[in-house]
């Protein structure tokens, strides 16, 4: 998988251009309220599929309607996928491609932060089912993935806050300088990132998930710690029907942990004071009257919940994450009452 890092739109089309010259067909797939910032879409070529807003584009209905229109218009073994646009199209687009004809060749091209440093990198892919987010998924890797952080201007405060959720994620488990530069330049990463400030963080969230990669393709171990904030974050996405962002449920989701981690005297007052501090400039609202019994109904349906038995990303300390084996559900539980 080759990683292109590219300064302008131009370049993106050129490749792309280039992509046409190799491939009998281009398939581009997309949302149209990508199109209304990224103009650009358009010039691409005639094979453009626009699919459904936000999470809805990863469903089962989604699926069978691009999987007829690449049939009905004659994608083929020699034909490549281009998804252009955030986690979600980067999702619905690798699981398409991976198991259209047993899998075709794509690309993804990133227009979100959240995308940039972490969903498009991977070779996860993924579809909801039956309001579990990712319950369907295979394992693919693109065949390349373009990144321009000239889109990062066109973002609202809404998708730098579900950025920052990962790339923070990412600080927490495996990297306390990177922790120290977001502490000491937030100013100039929320709500309206400095490009040369955000572009070498993009690059180390990158280079930390490639090396959980290599070393655990396809889950199994250390690649679990990538989960640290998410097992919570995807329940409660679930619970309020995907209109919570990913980013949302995720800095929620690693406040709890972080909390967990403290009781369970693996993380010090000192450190936890300081990753509360982070997460409250995001302003994330006060969660009520929520079921905290159905939000843990989805808990246990989720993919490291495994004979009933969950693995659980704890923190040691910043920079450092440890995975619970069989971890007391009740105190996720329990630990709810923060939010």
Known sequence: MNIHYLDSKEHIIKNITDYHDQYDKVFIISQKSILSYQPFIKQLGPNIYFCDENEQCKSIIQYEKIISYLHDNKCNKNSIIIGIGGGTVTDFCGYIASTYMRGIDHVFI???????????????????????????????????????TDFISTLSQKNIRNGCAEIIKYALIMDSNLFENIEENIANIFPNPDINIITPIIKRCINHKMDIVNQDQYDQNIRNILNFGHTLGHALESYYDFKMSHGEAVLYGMRVASHLSKKANHLNYNDYQRIIKLIEIFKLPKLENFDSDQIMSYINSDKKNIGNELNYILLKNIGTAVIEKNYNKDLIKEGLKIL
């Open 110 to 148: 990133p227009t979100t932060l959240l995308a940039m440093a972490d969903a498009a990198i991977g070779g996860k892919t993924a579809l909801n089912y039956k309001g579990i987010r990712n319950l369907l998924g295979t394992y693919k890797n693109p065949k390349e993935i373009i990144i321009s």
